[in-house]
Each structure stands twice: as structure tokens, then as C-alpha cells.
């Protein structure tokens, strides 16, 4: 058991797209068509059930990898404050879910599936791969952040329109700025934009900084009308549909 958590791991170190991994990679896509293609007409008991169950994996998830860090002398604020994007969406996934709040839907819609997907391919677990307690913690954290905002889009029934992405895509510059003066303050790393990752991650083939930050963004346009486009194709057919 202490081996799970251990922080000398003796096990297999992570493989990235390995058979654990893709098995991960393969039981988050199925929670997904699950709640798309596979939950029809739950209750409102069920509904309610479903989201404080999941907010509650988030935040008990979330907390043992904070104590996890403070358990092996790891905790520092360099690197455990809840300012790399997954972290914050965690927690606000979490209120989101308790709360039913629109306006952090919006934003766990694009940066919670656009950034926490790309977390699942690339998870930065270190040398922690199955069964360390590393391995579980990311794969579930960023899997659940994407459950919840396919959860609210599929069965709650919210959806973005155009003017959420210029709300997130504000919001989230504004964050990147602030994130880059405590950054600077603290002399860290959070969301990458001092330096790259030191584990592998789609970062190693863009250019050297600042520039790979520049095609983050221009990747994160993409994203976000790959993730729009759903809802967009949906309003053109329903226009066409009422033509005369």
C-alpha cells in the first residue's frame, strides 16, 4: 500500500500511449459517449446525484495530490498553487457542477475539454506510472474536468453561442497575464509560459520561447471553433429549416 504512494517509485515508470494509459485514455472516451449517446431522460434525482458525485471526485482528488506533494516534501508555492488552467478548472468545475453556474460553463466548455484533453494524451506524470497513486490522480483529474462539461452540455442541456468565445477567449488572456506576473513574483513556471514542460508534451515540437506561446494561442483558436462547431452547424441547419 505504501508503495502506491511512494515517492521513490520502484515500479514501471509512465509510458506515454502505453497500454495503461490507452486504457485510460479509452474508459474517459466511454464515460463521454455514455453521457451523449447512452443517458436519455434521467431524473432530476439522478441528475443531482451525478454532479455532487463528480464535484466531490474533483475536490477529493484535487486535495489528495496537495497532500500527496505535502506528504513527500514536495509542496512549495512554485508549484502547487492552483494556477496552471487544469488546477483552476478543477475547482471551478467543481462550483459549476454544485452551482449549475452558466458563466463558468462557458469557460470549462473550451479550456476544461481543450486543455484537459490534451492533459490526458500528454499527462505530465512523471515517472509515476500504473498503479502509483500519480498515474490514477491526473488521468481522473482531467478526465473528470471533461466529463463535467460534456455532462452539462448533454444533459443539462447548456450550450455556448458566439459571444462565449469572445468572453473566454478574453477571460483567458486575462488570466495568462496574471498568471505570467505571479510567474515573474514567484519565480515559477505555471501554464508553461516561462518554459516548457520538462516532461514530453505537444510544447516540445513548437518553436523555443516566446513564440510557442503565440502558437498556443493561435492552437486554442482552432480548438475553440472545433469545439463550437457542433452548435453552429446545429443553428445553421435549424435557420435553414424555418426558411420560407
Known sequence: MLEFFAKDWKG???????????????LIALVQLVLIFGWKNPSARAKKIFRFTLAAILVINE?????????????????????????????????????????????????????????VLTPDAGQYGFPHFRFFQTLLSHGA???AAVYMTAIEG?????????????????????????????GANYMFIAHKPDTASLMDAMPAWPWYIAVIELIGIVVFLILYSPFAIKDWRAKKVVKP
Open 63 to 119: 486535495s489528495m495530490w496537495h497532500w500527496w506533494n505535502w506528504s513527500i516534501g514536495a509542496w512549495n508555492v512554485q508549484t502547487m498553487l492552483p494556477l496552471h488552467l487544469c488546477s483552476a478548472m478543477v475547482w471551478l468545475s467543481a462550483y459549476m457542477l454544485f452551482r449549475e453556474d452558466y458563466r463558468l460553463y462557458e469557460f470549462i466548455y473550451f479550456l476544461g475539454i481543450g486543455v484537459a484533453m490534451q492533459a
Open 145 to 147: 474536468i471533461i466529463t
Open 12 to 26: 514501471d515508470p509512465f509510458i506515454l500511449f502505453g497500454p495503461p494509459h490507452l486504457i485510460a485514455i479509452a
Open 158 to 186: 447548456l450550450r455556448p453561442h458566439w459571444k462565449s468565445l469572445a468572453v473566454v477567449g478574453i477571460g483567458a488572456n486575462g488570466y495568462l497575464l496574471f498568471v505570467g506576473l505571479m510567474n515573474y513574483l514567484l
